[in-house]
């Protein structure tokens, strides 16, 4: 298995209440491919560099996980197709 931080910014409209469901989910879907969760930090909601689909601002979220690499296409296809996530960043940690 392979170190892996991932930084997601959600969508304003998802309200303050399902932020945690939506981060949830992205866990959820890391420990169902025997991965596992070494860390999750909520940033809160700031303001975005640039506009991205007419948002100004959005929710960071910072997770560091472990997981095999094969299963890190499924994990970034999953976050592409999600209305919540607006961007996502996954690098890999370590070596």
Do not use: C
């Amino acid at each position: 298995m392979r170190e892996y931080e991932l930084v997601f910014v959600i969508s304003p409209e998802v309200p303050e209440e399902n932020v945690g469901a939506t981060t949830e989910k992205v866990s959820q879907f890391v420990s169902n491919r025997g991965g596992n969760i070494d860390k999750v930090e909520p940033w809160g909601r700031r303001k975005l560099a640039y506009p991205i689909n007419d948002f100004r601002e959005g929710t960071y979220v910072l997770l560091q996980f472990k997981m095999e690499p094969k299963h890190l296409t499924d994990l970034e296809a999953s976050l592409r197709i999600s209305e919540d996530v607006l961007r996502y960043l996954v690098v890999r940690l370590g070596e």
